[in-house]
């Protein structure tokens, strides 16, 4: 727990010390300003971080958060961080049964393997050019509303002219995205695939008239502008121990197991009082950037607290003694689990499973999706491991909001992981458990967390990985220039609840940090 020395009084302090609040301290260091980070818990990181959850077992696992798409190649080259991303060649595999045959649908090792595998399905040429139109439109959007990110909020008119294509401003930021995946696509499982990316910790209909979905699906869509989702080498440590050190090494200083609990303001400077194991202690500043969600700002700052956003996730990770072997004998296993192997996601089955859930039910087949981090990136298993072909899962479930888990979250957990796990078996010609490695303890290797979990371990309010509802990426009445100004003059929010946050991208870091620097 590093302490506070010299200087009581900065020219900001950041309160917590996540991915986003290390690239804004990374960005003011550099510029020569005096930073303080603030970080309650005994290591930065917050939500990116990699840790070794099984006993006694030397596998490194992105706990939470595990791909990268949104995080700007301008904040890796503005701040010098030494960071690799790997991309996979497989996009996605879908298991299915068709005419009592186990088939499914890969889609990536190239245009002609993917195109012949939409034939074997489908029959036909007919959703494979569909597949090429829709994401052919969605990689145009991408290429011009990526770039917006790192820069001032434009306004939604803005915006629009920039896209230049009114067929996609429709089909992503006016109607329900289920209008344009059923105008698109007629394969049930096809239009299941579409729509996953609008679920991913969304508890929303297709036709939900609010747009959540949409707004989900977009930021799953424009990532580097391409949409492609890629392994960070080492885990997702890798970066946040890479914006740690890079903040340091400008001169930041980063102080765990110290807990921000107040802060006041005049409108020109301001107090932040912290909390360590030793007393309370207070640090001044001219500006204050919460990493931390909105909840937490407007207890900070006195203020009412605004509802939390529900969570909707079940997320576990697994450490394997090998893969298992499928049901479909056409594919390989280390294609299939490279890339996103989606399990009880087709398009009536994740109708399905939102209308049980919306009735306070637990879907009767969970819909969930699994990929291998190991196959991409071996650097995140010991040696040992490794060379004995020991794999690791993540699956991350949708359609289960945090209110199912209220009434027993321990019992409720174990019983939606039984059934999950039931549905990927079902296309297994294996059992999953008898591919489980053990601990050091003679456990199993899987953990499970429910949206109630990360409220608890990482103070997600209502569990949820966005912090709060994902927004337009415009500006909108009271969302300032950068989208992280607050009511409050020179207290900025920097988290993945500011305007364009959301998911690993440092995108809030780093427009907090111009929001300072040009103030």
């Not at 569990?463 to 009271?478: T, V």
Request: hydrophobic fraction near 40%.
């Amino acid at each position: 727990m590093p302490a506070i020395e010299g200087t009581r009084s900065y020219d900001a302090v950041i309160v917590g010390g996540g991915h986003n609040g290390l690239v804004a301290a990374a960005y003011l260091a550099r510029a020569g300003r005096s930073v303080l980070v603030l970080e309650r818990l005994g290591h930065t990181g917050g939500a990116a971080v990699s840790t070794r959850p099984f006993a006694g077992v030397d596998a490194r696992l992105s706990r939470y958060s595990y791909l990268v798409s949104l995080l700007p190649d301008k904040i890796v080259r503005d701040l010098g961080l030494r960071f690799e991303v790997r991309g996979r060649t497989i996009s996605s595999y879908t298991p299915t049964e068709r005419g009592g045959r186990a088939t499914g649908l890969l889609v990536g090792g190239g245009e002609r393997r993917t195109r012949e595998a939409f034939a074997r399905l489908t029959g036909g040429e007919r959703e494979y050019a569909a597949w090429q139109r829709f994401y052919g439109m969605t990689s145009r959007v991408a290429e011009r509303v990526f770039p917006t990110l790192t820069e001032p909020l434009p306004d939604r008119e803005d915006l629009r002219r920039r896209i230049d294509d009114e067929t996609a401003w429709r089909a992503l930021f006016e109607e329900p995205i289920g209008v344009a995946v059923e105008e698109n696509f007629t394969d049930d499982l096809v239009r299941g695939v579409v729509l996953t990316d609008a679920l991913i910790g969304t508890f929303a209909d297709a036709h939900d008239p609010g747009l959540a979905q949409n707004r989900c699906f977009l930021y799953h869509v424009i990532g580097g502008g391409t949409g492609a989702w890629d392994v960070p080498v080492g885990g997702m440590g890798a970066l946040t121990d890479a914006l740690a050190a890079a903040a340091r090494t400008a001169g930041a200083v980063i102080a765990t197991g110290h807990e921000a609990v107040r802060v006041e303001t005049d409108g020109k400077t301001a107090e932040v009082t912290y909390r360590t194991a030793d007393g309370e202690g207070v640090a001044a500043a001219r500006h204050v950037l919460v990493n931390a969600s909105p909840q937490e700002l407007a207890h900070l700052m006195g203020d009412p607290s605004p509802e939390p956003a529900e969570g909707a996730q079940l997320k576990v990770n697994m450490l394997l003694t090998r893969l298992p072997r499928l049901r479909d004998d056409s594919v390989d296993p280390r294609e299939t689990f490279a890339g996103t192997f989606h399990i009880a996601e087709g398009y009536r089955q994740l109708a399905t499973a939102h209308a049980q859930a919306a009735a306070g039910e637990l879907p009767a087949a969970p819909p969930s999706e699994i990929y291998c981090h190991s196959l991409t990136d071996p650097t995140i298993l010991g040696p040992d491991l490794a060379g004995r072909g020991y794999q690791t899962l993540t699956l991350f479930g949708l359609h289960t909001p945090a209110r199912l888990f209220a009434r027993d979250n321990d019992a409720v957990r174990d019983e939606l992981l039984r059934s999950t796990l039931a549905q990927l078996d079902a296309h297994l010609a294996e059992p999953l458990a008898d591919c489980l490695a053990t601990d050091a303890d003679g456990r199993p290797c899987i953990e499970a967390k429910t949206p109630l979990d990360l409220e608890r371990d990482l103070r997600l309010p209502g569990g949820n990985i966005f912090h709060r509802a994902l927004s337009w990426p415009y500006a909108q009445e009271g969302t300032g220039r950068w989208g992280v100004e607050t009511r409050h003059p020179g207290v900025l929010l920097c988290g993945a609840g500011a305007v364009r946050g959301g998911g690993v991208s440092g995108v809030p870091g780093h427009n907090a940090a111009m929001a300072v620097l040009q103030a």
